[in-house]
């Protein structure tokens, strides 16, 4: 378990990096850019990984260029795949330069014409032939990929379908040409083989288009608060206090309590009127993390107080949040539990 939550935080703070690196000036060097971007989660030379392999003839054939390109551009929001708008578009076409270079196969160019169906058909074929690998929605396989929480014997995670990154990156017809010949040496085989008509395959990709006029999460329309935040009316003392007493109230064992500067600043330096509070319960910790291990990265509890002037306040990050990023329903129910505990504690210390 360590060693895979080490190995997850590694790939991410390689994520975290990637994906906040700017533009570079001097460079359009493909390879360079993929290694210093892409292998962490596509592998080496696109062998795949956390990220889906980029090196299948299967796939290279069955895509565009343009779909390379704004699969980069857009990244997949709420899945793992960040956006790398930032590069530009030099250094954009020069990965997917590199990118081809994987394979011999052309680039297809597809017809752009919308392609009509039957949805509520498509719905019923999806449900019966797509949900047990690309989820009910179409919500894509959970986890990050690699062993955490998809089953062992799926070699590639299935991609999620109702995402707007990837619905404003392919078009209709590279979907159905997707469903008509599969795709080779991954779990995604033709549906034309598996006994799909096309005039089936048309109605599932019509019920696919139609994702995008659902409300499919996307980051920026959540109005949940990121912050919970309660004002005290005591001294910061007194509310530390009844924090304490709150956070015992709930099973919850205290760890201990700092500066927010702790380790930033010399020890008499430090700002005595902004305290972190560390809080945790094993079971619960234990039953968090076996959900899902990428919880760690809200555990263990902590509550903020501050003092301004007169004003005291207390606050938690809301991690049903930060859990909207990972788009997993379980991972969901735990920091919704995480959230409203948070709440309880801090409308009980400050009440
Ligand atoms: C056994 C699991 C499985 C089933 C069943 C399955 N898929 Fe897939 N699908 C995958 C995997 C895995 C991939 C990624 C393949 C790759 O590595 O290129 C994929 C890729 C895709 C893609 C390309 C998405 C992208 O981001 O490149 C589409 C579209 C797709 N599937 C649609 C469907 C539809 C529609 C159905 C049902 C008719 C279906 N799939 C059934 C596993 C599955
Ligand atoms: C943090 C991990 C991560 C990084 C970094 C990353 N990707 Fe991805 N990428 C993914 C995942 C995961 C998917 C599948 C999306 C899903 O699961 O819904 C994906 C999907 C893709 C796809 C769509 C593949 C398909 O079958 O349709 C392309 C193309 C792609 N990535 C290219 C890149 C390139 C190029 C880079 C570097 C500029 C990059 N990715 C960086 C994780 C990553």
Redesign the pocket.
Known sequence: MLTQRFLFLTVLSGFILTGSQAAYADSSDGERLYTKHCSVCHGSKGS?GVG??LD?E??LNS?SDE?LIK?IEHG?VGRTMPAFKKLGDENIQALVKYIRSFTNTEAVTFDPTPIKGNIEHGKA??KS??????GDH?QG?KGTGVTFSRPRD????????N?AG?LA??SDE??KH??MT??KN????S?LK?G?SESD?ND??A??RHFETKQVPKLRDQKLDAIIMAESPYSLEETLESLKKAVIGKNFRIIRQQTVDDGLVDKNKQNKKQIILYFCNFQFLNESLALDPRIGLFLPCRVTIVQQGDSVKVMAINPLRLSKLFNNDELDDACKNMSNLYTEIIEEATL
């Open positions: 795949g889906i392999p299948l299967s796939f895509i779909y699969t997949r074929l999806f032939k797509c949900a047990s690998c690309h179409g396989g799926l070699s590639i995670i299935p991609p999620a379908l995402n990837f990156s392919a590279m979907i997707t469903l599969g795709r991954t779990p995604m085989n549906f598996q799909l395959i599932v990709v019920y696919i």
